[in-house]
T-cell receptor, first 111, second 115 residues
Framework: EDQVTQSPEALRLQEGESSSLNCSYTVSGLRGLFWYRQDPGKGPEFLFTLYSAGEEKEKERLKATLTKKESFLHITAPKPEDSATYLCAENSGGSNYKLTFGKGTLLTVNP | DAGVTQSPTHLIKTRGQQVTLRCSPKSGHDTVSWYQQALGQGPQFIFQYYEEEERQRGNFPDRFSGHQFPNYSSELNVNALLLGDSALYLC??????????????FGDGTRLSIL
């Protein structure tokens, strides 16, 4: 069965302290790797899609990268408003079918 | 540009009852997926609707059923509710078809509590 594993489960950073979140996926024929941000009581907010190894996407302080087995979400000089749960999901099956999610990384950025 | 809207936002039911949750997709989207998210877990795929048909289904029992209407909106029905059905139910919309997987955009969910 497809499996997505995220680490660490929780991460506490000081404002300005850069770090990375990891997402490992175990499915062949990846059709897309997705990163989402989820705030408490809200639905996941789409951040990035990565399709092939070597691909990188950036948005403000966030940068997502993809290898054949893992994806990383790099957070540069984070601010308290970056605090959220970050979810990774892979897309399996045909075009636009189900997303298989990891459990997420709870990021807390202290001022 | 309206995003994905879900109703109601909160719902309390008792065991054995039935519930219907509703979803309107983002403007321009034609595909709706439903997910169940338990506390502290990632969302789990229930099923996806495209062109008013169920296109794929996750590991959920037949008590979970759905429907998509001609205007692309969708309903999720759950029968014979169990305590374990308590969760946040998320609807996601996207563009179907095509050769690349388009991102799914989520609503803020319906929080269902079973007493």
């Amino acid at each position: 069965e497809d499996q997505v594993t995220q680490s660490p489960e929780a991460l506490r950073l000081q404002e300005g302290e850069s770090s990375s979140l990891n997402c490992s996926y175990t499915v062949s024929g990846l059709r897309g790797l997705f990163w989402y941000r989820q705030d408490p009581g809200k639905g996941p907010e789409f951040l990035f899609t990565l399709y092939s190894a070597g691909e990188e996407k950036e948005k403000e302080r966030l940068k997502a990268t993809l290898t054949k087995k893992e994806s990383f979400l790099h957070i540069t000089a984070p601010k308290p408003e970056d605090s959220a749960t970050y979810l990774c999901a892979e897309n399996s099956g045909g075009s636009n079918y189900k997303l298989t999610f990891g459990k997420g990384t709870l990021l807390t950025v202290n001022p | 540009d309206a995003g994905v809207t879900q109703s109601p936002t909160h719902l309390i039911k008792t065991r054995g009852q039935q519930v219907t949750l509703r979803c309107s997709p983002k403007s321009g989207h034609d595909t709706v997926s439903w997910y169940q998210q338990a506390l502290g877990q990632g969302p789990q795929f229930i099923f996806q609707y495209y062109e008013e048909e169920e296109r794929q289904r996750g590991n959920f029992p037949d008590r979970f059923s759905g429907h998509q209407f001609p205007n692309y909106s969708s309903e999720l029905n759950v029968n014979a509710l169990l305590l374990g059905d308590s969760a946040l139910y998320l609807c996601a919309s996207s563009l179907g078809g095509g050769t690349r997987n388009q991102p799914q955009h989520f609503g803020d969910g319906t929080r269902l509590s079973i007493l």
